[in-house]
C-alpha cells in the first residue's frame, strides 16, 4: 500500500471516529483533554515519521507512568476506576 493510500485511509478512519466522538454524551471531562481536531492535527503531522504518537502532555505523562513505574495489573485496575463514568 502506497504512502498516500495510507495517509487517505488513515485521515477517513479519523474522520468516522470523530463523527463518533461527537455524537458521544460525555457525563465529565478527564484533565488534559484534546479536542478531536487537535489530536487529528498531531496524528497526521507525524504520520509517517513516527511508529507511535502519544498527542499531550497529560497522554505522555500518563503512559510513562503506566508503563515504566507501575505494574500491569495495578495500571489497569487504576485505568478502570477513572475511567468507567466518562462515557
Same mark, same amino acid.
Given at each position: 500500500?502506497?504512502?498516500? +493510500?495510507?495517509?487517505?485511509?488513515?485521515?477517513?478512519?479519523?474522520?468516522?471516529?470523530? !463523527?463518533?466522538y461527537?455524537?458521544?454524551?460525555?457525563?465529565k471531562?478527564?484533565?488534559?483533554?484534546?479536542?478531536?481536531?487537535?489530536?487529528?492535527?498531531?496524528?497526521?503531522?507525524?504520520? $509517517?515519521?513516527?511508529?507511535?504518537? !502519544?498527542? $499531550?502532555?497529560?497522554?505522555?505523562?500518563?503512559?510513562?507512568?503506566?508503563?515504566? !513505574?507501575?505494574?500491569?495489573?495495578?495500571? !489497569?485496575?487504576?485505568?478502570?476506576?477513572?475511567?468507567? +463514568?466518562?462515557?
Amino acid at each position: 500500500m502506497k504512502r498516500i +493510500d495510507r495517509m487517505r485511509l488513515t485521515k477517513h478512519a479519523l474522520v468516522w471516529y470523530f !463523527i463518533g466522538y461527537n455524537k458521544a454524551q460525555h457525563t465529565k471531562t478527564a484533565p488534559g483533554t484534546l479536542t478531536p481536531e487537535e489530536v487529528a492535527n498531531i496524528s497526521l503531522n507525524a504520520l $509517517g515519521r513516527k511508529p507511535t504518537i !502519544i498527542p $499531550g502532555f497529560t497522554n505522555k505523562l500518563a503512559y510513562f507512568i503506566m508503563n515504566r !513505574i507501575v505494574p500491569r495489573t495495578w495500571a !489497569i485496575a487504576l485505568m478502570n476506576k477513572n475511567t468507567k +463514568d466518562l462515557s
